[in-house]
């Protein structure tokens, strides 16, 4: 069965800085991983997706993620932060045949001024 | 969200009551998609069906039930069955293959 792990629950960081969150997954097949982002009382926007070639994948809002096969993880990250990337930031994978999205448990990215 | 619309955006019910959430895509996608949100527990699927007329249980479908009698719509009831039926309630299609979901805007859900 496949699961992911988001490997911090909150991250703050100050304005202009860069960030990364972390997500590792595992399954014995090869999978789709995507990232989406959540701001307060919305739905979930696709920020980015891997399904096969280039391993860095650039998103929307200058966000980008690395797939890292030897060490199944797709971390995702931005050089520089803004206050309006306040959100919660959720990583989720897919098998190639027949298989649900499952996702991580969120990341809280607080940006500080 | 963008061509997938679920409503209301709040809704309050008394313990004991049935309630339906609707969610409608103008998409043409084949697949749709509930989910719960709990603070701190992630998204956790209830229902999901990938063709009209059919319909698999989730992760959590114990005091939930749904429709598919049309392709782009995909009631959720909330029955009085569900133990703690407040929460977040998002809805997704996806077109199938490639998994790729896109999201509602949400129901809150309220019971007391």
């Known amino acids: 069965a496949q699961s992911v792990t988001q490997l911090d629950s909150q991250v703050p960081v100050f304005e202009e800085a860069p960030v990364e969150l972390r997500c590792n997954y595992s399954?014995?097949?090869?999978?789709?991983l995507f990232w989406y982002v959540q701001y307060p009382n919305q739905g979930l926007q696709l920020l980015l997706k891997?399904?096969?070639?280039?391993?860095l994948v650039k998103g929307i809002n200058g966000f980008e993620a690395e797939f890292n096969k030897s060490q199944t993880s797709f971390h995702l990250r931005k050089p520089s932060v803004h206050i309006s990337d306040t959100a919660e930031y959720f990583c989720?994978?897919?098998?190639?045949?027949?298989?649900?999205?499952?996702f991580g448990q969120g990341t809280e990215l607080s940006v500080k001024p | 969200d963008g061509g997938i619309t679920q409503s209301p955006k709040y809704l309050f019910r008394k313990e004991g009551q049935n309630v339906t959430l609707s969610c409608e895509q103008n998409?043409?996608?084949?697949?749709m998609y509930w989910y719960r949100q709990d603070p701190g527990q992630g998204l956790r699927l209830i229902y999901y069906s990938q063709i009209v007329n059919d319909f698999q249980k989730g992760d959590i479908a114990e005091g939930y039930s749904v429709s598919r009698e049309k392709k782009e719509s995909f009631p959720l009831t909330v029955t009085s069955a569900q133990k703690n039926p407040t929460a977040f309630y998002l809805c997704?299609?996806?077109?199938?293959?490639?998994?790729?979901?896109?999201f509602g805007p949400g129901t809150r859900l309220t019971v007391t």
């Open positions: 399954s014995s097949v090869s999978v789709y």
């Open positions: 997704a299609v996806s077109e199938g293959v490639v998994h790729e979901q896109y």
């Open positions: 998409l043409n996608h084949d697949a």
């Open positions: 989720a994978v897919s098998v190639l045949q027949g298989g649900k999205l499952i």
């Open positions: 891997y399904l096969s070639g280039s391993t």
